[in-house]
């Protein structure tokens, strides 16, 4: 039987899939009918799989920088070299930096943490994603103490009504897309919220376009009305959560007039969705949490708002963020953070940092470390050595601060610009070379099992890892991923009943996973709880980016279709390769988006050159003129390298602290 | 016409696996899901699964494949292509019906048209076919509605049905014959044909009523779709829920189209590989320089349910393209499955 | 090769290129190049046959395969193509030097009438690297001169330096009784010929209606303004011939990546009326 059923590694949905492997090679990919979530479907991405994996482009030797150049080497060498220099820095704190990958497995991404923290000394570790999805944890965390998705995308039919939120769900996750659609053809009620008309927005009851920038008033306008009408859940609030009367406190500053303004709804369309989220017995929310989630208030008032309406706790309910790499979830479950251990728990808790440095027999700092990317921005961080895992080509970015550093390591399957950075290059094996879990979006831990055989003396991340630690001294003794697992198994309580014989037949398990809960926990119940829920604390300021006079436009900075993080992986295939490609042929240089009334007023057509002009700077790009755009509302998708070094670098600040939501005022010049 | 004992039948294949790769439905012990693959031993295959989750086609057309390689030195000006493309011969074991409508929707297309596709023919000239009929239709079948099923009137070489202990082997080719007496199976009587008849008339009576009942309709939209009278709004209102990611085309048995791409391997030779494609994605015309034919998702919908129920594709196919498997309904994230599809043009007829 | 794919007198298959060599490259307008090119099997040379219209998909090594008209005629001409540089396939093209070699498959598609029309007037009308396709039935017309009535050629580019084959197009005029009449778009010193589309020279060249076949090649904007006007003159639909151009990978009418509604132009085209191409469908 030459078709072996495995999870398909693109985004945070967790698709099951099963790869045609002839010969040693992945030679097709077919979609899993009995998987619990993707039931027999795929996306376009997850239906060229096949493509990516026999890709040739693969680093097939380690490498060694002699005078400048590469020189390949044994493994044994690479590693007793990264050993040695990694434990000659004396203030490895500030000094040694590790960058896990949201797409290593489980087993990967822990070691690597185990490794930088129990055998390097440093809390220096992070994933690239800093900033979406760890906000949407950690309010998650602080209010129910399960830093995941509170509903399961196996329940998506079981939602009344489902609000979608920003994120062209379609594009992006697109078989959580198609889940939602299902469940709108099947009367569940969906209404999304966004600036675009995307696709989803087009599939479901009700899109609200709401100006750009104003989801966060959107929401509180919501739990004001929610409040107003006396339609909040009271006996769930009263019974089961606290903090409700600061929360419903800081509502009042909102006026009816501001709301309208910022937003551009009125009232009467937000009324409608806080009498339809209040009558619906269940109710989900779902909203982007990848490279560029929403920021940390943002997702406080979602979840508020579903707290008060009584929307979570309970079968078919729950606040869902989504995630948009495939172990994005998992990295953050495998302590790849400054400040965390496995299973979310902080450092600073002396307990849980007791349990790993007895299980580990070796200590490690107990002040949180620092993110990379801050780090290098950071000139007086005092950063020398940087070890990267499976990048995407984003770091490169930050090339000039790489350069100055006295020691670079990359660890990583496919060839890959930044490995020019590196003085040691480690060739890694590709997913379906070796058994690795993977946690998608809705804390699913699923086990992708060998399928092919490495290149020849090809490693596995593991084993990678394995080695450097035993050349620095420490004793590891794993002969595989299983041995892994059930060490986190026996660090994380979330994790505590997983193991590699659990895992049979399709679909995984959903953590937490303990003795209480030996099968897993599809969603989040009120009395998993150690306490009451929390409502979250929020800013209670509405400042929004708003027009003015010089710069009138709102410009929202965006995915675009079949670009996907920076297409690193996609441009290894051929046929996502060219339906990407497609979109550049007509616009080579990029695009900005407006409304055809716009368009009309500039006097520029299709593909005509503009000036975009902000107050840090400008760029010239070509129009598009589309009908997923208002009035004075402008995109530009994030995509082409360019538009990212030229302009967007510019406003990089801008666009952090904004998360998705960034928005830049501009305006626009025809040339 | 012959009879083989129901614990014998796969010694047929056993037969047949002595000069051909074998291939035949076996379920995958993981995922409980059925595919039409290579078993690792003969008694894997399993006649009374479901129907394969994917169609044979890719035993005659491969989701991927190298058509030949060559070679360039550019220094010495020398170029070689080098043509090795030979598949070894198959049998496809306990084919359904709409599968061998599938291959032969193929054949006619690949072989029968102004040009030949050696690299098709390669794959199917010395294929051997034992069908299999359908003694119970599965989730979303249609066969019935499109004339392909449940079982297989023409272009197998051995034809199956399941009379209860035993199998009815009905020969329809010489080599067929000859192998049914290589290994000595009884002859069957007109009687048998008769439980034959009545195992077909069950199984066309247990098919969904939205399959019966879309029995006419099928043609009614062909009509419609070959004379364009179809509004664009019941395109647009397609186009809208076409998540554009190909799985109807690859699940399609009928659906043919594909790509080619020159792929440099690190050796600097360079492969020329066949790979699926699909008519939902917005690349597939495009041109090189620019301009793209067909834009909007919904053209292209509109393109794929005209070659699968227009008569000017079926004159291609001398059959319509779609086959009644219900495999595109199961896949399609936006639940546009042709079924579906013929729903809706099916409502817009209607409430004229 | 003959004229059907599958070659009966060399029994290689149609998806197997043949190897030719660049014997001479051509700098033409600005990012288009002719390819001078020789079969390296020389059996060929003599049965390598092809019809005014035609195409044959052309391998660069390295870098993939894509579709290109034949401009030369059927008779005595050079095997040669022009091609204009617009992606990875053609930019590599562009790259090769004299001596390099690449692979040929084809003549496919099925080409413009010729012993059809013997009789009739014909207006050749291009835009641009329209001519390029054209250029095949031009000089296959012109050798047989006496089979013909009135010959024109009316031919519009942006500018001076757009205009293909004008070197070519100067030993035509020579010929006698063939009438042409160029213009660009917008007057630059030193042009002495028309200024103007190349639509309004319909009216200049005083097109005949009756008895009269026009060829039309060119951009989408100019191609339906041409149209427009020869049928205002008087031309019917089915004496007006076009030839497509769409994105290919197999010649052959079994990728189906040119399909247009009903037809394939690969296999169906690439020529067609327009009589044709208004029921195709489909936007062309």
Not at chain 1, 513 to 517: A, E, I, K, L, N
Not at chain 1, 563 to 566: D, I, L, S
């Given at each position: 039987m030459n078709y072996k059923a495995g999870v398909c590694n693109f985004c945070g949905t967790g698709c099951g899939h099963i790869l045609n492997v002839e010969g040693g090679a992945v030679n097709g990919v077919f979609a899993l009918q009995g998987h619990p979530v993707s039931k027999g479907r795929l996306c376009v991405r997850g239906w060229h799989m096949h493509e990516l994996l026999r890709d040739s482009q693969r680093i097939d030797s380690p490498m060694i920088k002699k005078n400048g150049r590469f020189e390949k080497a044994g493994y044994d060498e690479a590693i007793s070299l990264v050993a040695k220099k990694l434990g000659e820095y004396k203030n490895p704190s500030s000094e040694i930096a590790f960058l896990a990958s949201p797409r290593s497995s489980n087993e990967d991404g822990y070691l690597l943490m185990k490794l930088a923290r129990s055998v390097f000394k440093t809390n220096n570790i992070s994933l690239d994603s800093e900033s979406g999805h760890r906000n949407s944890l950690n309010v998650l965390h602080r209010g129910t103490g399960m830093a995941g998705m509170l509903g399961s995308l196996e329940d998506i039919k079981k939602a009344e009504y489902i609000l979608v939120i920003g994120t062209d769900l379609t594009r992006q996750n697109p078989i959580i897309g198609s889940e939602i659609h299902m469940a709108a053809r099947a009367g569940s009620k969906v209404v999304t919220v966004g600036s675009k008309l995307t696709q989803i927005a087009k599939l479901s009851d009700v899109h609200l376009q709401l100006k750009p920038g104003s989801k966060k008033v959107f929401l509180a306008a919501v739990a004001k009305s929610l409040i107003e009408e006396n339609l909040h859940d009271a006996e769930f609030i009263q019974k089961h959560t606290e903090g409700f009367d600061g929360f419903a406190n800081s509502l009042g500053s909102l006026s009816h007039n501001d709301i309208s303004s910022i937003t551009g709804l009125g009232l009467e369309d937000i009324k409608t969705v806080a009498r339809d989220l209040a009558t619906a017995k269940t109710a989900m929310v779902f909203f982007t949490s990848g490279i560029s989630g929403l920021d940390e208030d943002t997702v406080s008032y979602i979840y508020n708002l579903f707290v008060i309406a009584g929307k979570i706790g309970k079968e078919g309910c729950g606040v869902n963020p989504v995630t948009g790499i495939c172990n994005l979830q998992g990295g953050y479950d495998m302590g790849l953070a400054p400040d965390l251990l496995t299973g979310f728990r902080p450092i600073s808790d002396k307990s849980a940092a007791k349990s790993f440095s007895d299980a580990w027999g070796a200590g490690f700092p107990d002040e949180p470390g620092r993110g990379v990317y801050e780090m290098l921005a950071d000139k007086s961080s005092g950063l020398k050595a940087l070890v990267v895992v499976d990048h995407d080509e984003s770091i490169v970015r930050q090339a000039e601060a790489i350069k100055k550093l006295d020691f670079v390591v990359y660890v990583g399957s496919f060839e890959n610009p930044f490995a020019e950075y590196a003085d040691v290059v480690i060739p890694s094996a590709a997913y379906v070379e070796y058994d690795g879990t993977y946690t998608s979006t809705d804390r699913r831990v699923q086990l992708s099992r060998k399928k092919t055989e490495p290149a020849e003396g090809v490693m596995p991340a593991w084993r990678i890892f394995t080695g450097i630690a035993e050349k620095a001294s420490a004793r590891w003794s794993y002969s595989s991923p299983a041995d892994v697992m059930a060490e986190i198994a026996k660090l994380t309580p979330s994790y505590s009943g997983i193991s590699y014989d659990r895992f049979s037949g399709v679909g995984g398990i959903q953590w937490p996973?303990?003795?209480?809960?030996p099968e897993g926990t599809r969603y989040f119940r009120v009395d998993d709880a150690a306490s009451k829920i929390k409502l979250a604390g929020v800013t209670g300021s509405f400042k929004t980016m708003r027009p003015s006079g010089e710069y009138p436009w709102l410009l929202m900075v965006g995915k675009a279709n079949h670009?996907?993080?920076?297409n690193n992986l996609m441009k290894r295939t051929f046929i996502p390769k060219r339906e990407y490609n497609a979109t550049l042929l007509l616009y080579p240089k990029g695009y900005v988006e407006i409304s055809g009334d716009d368009a009309k007023k500039l006097q520029v057509r299709d593909r005509w050159p503009v000036n975009i002009v902000s107050q840090y700077g400008s760029m010239k790009v070509a129009v598009r003129v589309s009908d997923e755009v208002r009035s004075e509302t402008a995109f530009v998708p994030y995509f082409i390298q360019d538009m990212i070094t030229e302009f967007l670098l510019a406003h990089n600040e801008l666009i952090i602290e904004q998360g998705e939501d960034a928005i830049i005022p501009i305006r626009i010049e025809k040339v | 016409m012959f009879l083989i004992k129901k614990s014998e039948v796969l010694k047929l294949a056993e037969e047949l696996s002595k000069t051909y790769a074998v291939y035949g439905p076996v379920v995958e012990k993981e995922s409980n899901q059925t595919f039409f693959v290579r078993p690792d031993s003969i008694g894997d295959i399993d006649l009374d699964a479901p129907i394969p989750s994917q169609p044979p086609k890719h035993t005659v057309f491969p989701q991927i494949e190298r058509i030949f390689h060559y070679s360039y030195d550019k220094g010495a000006k020398r170029a070689e292509i080098i043509a090795d493309f030979k598949p070894e011969p198959k049998a496809l074991f306990g084919l359904r019906s709409c599968d061998l409508n599938g291959v032969q929707c193929l054949d006619r297309f690949f072989i029968g048209q102004e040009f030949t596709d050696d690299v098709y023919l390669e794959h199917r000239k010395k294929t051997f076919i034992v069908t299999n009929t359908c003694v119970k239709p599965f989730k979303q079948c249609f066969c019935v509605c499109t004339d392909s099923g449940p079982s297989a009137r023409e272009g197998y070489d051995l034809n199956m049905t399941d009379l209860g202990d035993e199998y009815l082997v009905e020969a329809g080719s010489d080599r067929g014959k000859a192998l049914a007496e290589k290994m000595g199976l009884k002859k069957a009587g007109s009687g048998h044909l008769e439980a034959k008849k009545a195992v077909v008339d069950g199984s066309i009576s247990r098919f969904e009523s939205i399959a019966t009942d879309n029995k006419a309709w099928i043609s009614r939209v062909m009509n419609r779709i070959t004379t364009g009278f179809i509004k664009g709004e019941i395109w647009e209102y397609i186009g809208n829920q076409c998540f554009e990611c190909g799985a109807c085309t690859f699940v399609c048995p009928s659906c043919s189209c594909f790509n080619i791409e020159d792929v440099n391997r690190k050796d600097s030779s360079t492969d020329r590989l066949r790979s699926w494609d699909s008519c939902s994605f917005e690349g597939y015309t495009r041109m090189a320089g620019d301009h793209n034919p067909r834009k909007p998702v919904e053209d292209r919908r509109n393109k794929r349910f005209f070659c699968k129920l227009s008569y000017s594709q079926s004159k291609k196919y001398l059959r319509p393209g779609c086959v009644g498997c219900g495999r595109c309904q199961w896949v399609c994230p936006g639940d546009i499955g042709l079924p579906n599809v013929v729903t809706y043009i099916r409502r817009e007829i209607t409430s004229r | 090769m003959c004229e059907k794919g599958n070659c009966e007198n060399t029994n290689r298959a149609v998806t197997i290129p043949e190897i030719a060599t660049i014997d001479e490259i051509k700098d033409e307008i600005e990012d288009v190049k002719t390819f001078y090119l020789s079969f390296d099997d020389k059996k060929l040379d003599g049965s390598f046959r092809i019809k005014s219209g035609q195409f044959i998909m052309c391998t660069v090594f390295g870098a993939g395969e894509f579709a290109v008209s034949l401009p030369p005629s059927p008779e005595n001409d050079r095997f040669h193509i022009s091609v204009r540089k617009v992606g990875k396939v053609t930019d590599a093209l562009h790259e090769l030097t004299a001596g390099d070699k690449v692979g040929i498959r084809g003549p496919f598609g099925n080409g413009f009438p010729f012993d059809e029309i013997k009789g009739k007037n014909v207006v050749y009308v291009a835009g641009g690297i329209g001519l390029i396709p054209l250029r095949s039935s031009i000089v296959h017309v012109l050798q047989h001169r006496e089979d013909f009535g009135r010959i024109i050629l009316l031919y519009g580019a942006r500018s001076p330096k757009d205009l293909m084959y004008e070197y070519m197009i100067e030993k035509w005029q020579k010929i006698d009784g063939f009438e042409t009449f160029i213009s660009i778009d917008n007057p630059v010193d030193g042009w002495k010929g028309e200024v103007g589309f190349v639509n309004q020279l319909i009216e200049k060249a005083n097109v005949p209606a009756e008895n009269t076949v026009a060829f039309v090649c060119g951009p989408p904007v100019m191609f339906n303004n041409v149209i427009r006007d020869l049928m205002a003159r008087g031309l019917k639909d089915d004496s007006i011939i076009s030839t497509l151009e769409r994105h290919m990978k197999c010649g052959i009418g079994k990728c189906q990546h040119c399909a247009i509604g009903r037809t394939l132009v690969c296999t169906d085209g690439p020529v067609y009326t327009y009589r044709q191409i208004k029921t195709l469908g489909e936007q062309i």
């Open positions: 996973c303990d003795g209480r809960r670009f996907w993080h920076q | - | -």
